[in-house]
Antibody
Framework: QVQLQQWGARLLKPSETLSLTCTVYGGSFSGHSWTWIRQPPRKGLEWIGEVNDSGNTNYDPSLKSRVTMSVDTSKNQFSLKLTSLTAADTAMYYC????????????WGQGTLVTVSS | DIQMTQSPSSLSASVGDTVTITCRASQSISDYLNWYQQKPGKAPNLLIYATSALHSGVPARFRGSGSGTDFTLTISSLQPEDFATYYCQQTYNTPRIFGQGTKLEI
């Protein structure tokens, strides 16, 4: 089991860029993929995308034009950037480890509530 | 994209009951189906992966089954701490879509 700690700006304005970073503690960073999932208030879970330890990415098609994910293996960190924010991007954002072989996100960060408001 | 349809959207039950939640995929996803439990204000917790494999530390009263397009999560002998929202997720391919969720209420 690993611990994931995430941080980033929590109150942003429309058109700004969301930047979140997740640090992985207590386990191997290499050999796994890392994923971001969000949850708008009072709604369900939405998969944003994933990045592996080589930096290869998969994104949800509806967000693909605005999303960038990256990894920094030297720091055991991975990051999410989401550009051109609107109020619809207001959500709790979670980072998680995605175990590629088993096909499951098993360890999650605590979540960061990001609010987009003018 | 594969669509995941979860039912029911809400469910009322009592302590000690057995409940079943279903998840249907719009195409075959083999056994790439996971179940999560989420309590208010908390991150989701993994319950079951690969359709039927119980995650470490999850009580045996949680059971997953199915294959192809139809999957079920059965919770036996409901405990007070089981009242939460449950989500399925397919990981057969990307995007790794979640079901809409099932709120299990007392």
């Amino acid at each position: 089991q690993v611990q994931l700690q995430q941080w980033g700006a929590r109150l942003l304005k429309p058109s700004e860029t969301l930047s979140l970073t997740c640090t992985v503690y207590g386990g191997s960073f290499s050999g796994h993929s890392w994923t971001w999932i969000r949850q708008p208030p009072r709604k369900g879970l939405e998969w944003i995308g994933e990045v592996n330890d080589s930096g290869n990415t998969n994104y949800d098609p509806s967000l693909k034009s605005r999303v960038t994910m990256s990894v920094d293996t030297s720091k055991n960190q991975f990051s999410l950037k989401l550009t051109s924010l609107t109020a619809a991007d207001t959500a709790m954002y979670y980072c998680a480890r995605y175990r590629t072989f088993e096909g499951v996100a098993d360890d999650w960060g605590q979540g960061t509530l990001v609010t987009v408001s003018s | 994209d594969i669509q995941m349809t979860q039912s029911p959207s809400s469910l009322s039950a009592s302590v000690g009951d057995t409940v079943t939640i279903t998840c249907r995929a719009s195409q075959s996803i083999s056994d790439y189906l996971n179940w999560y439990q989420q309590k208010p204000g908390k991150a989701p917790n993994l319950l079951i992966y690969a359709t039927s494999a119980l995650h470490s530390g999850v009580p045996a009263r949680f059971r997953g089954s199915g294959s192809g397009t139809d999957f079920t999560l059965t919770i036996s002998s409901l405990q007070p701490e089981d009242f939460a929202t449950y989500y399925c997720q397919q990981t057969y391919n990307t995007p790794r879509i979640f079901g809409q969720g099932t709120k299990l209420e007392i």
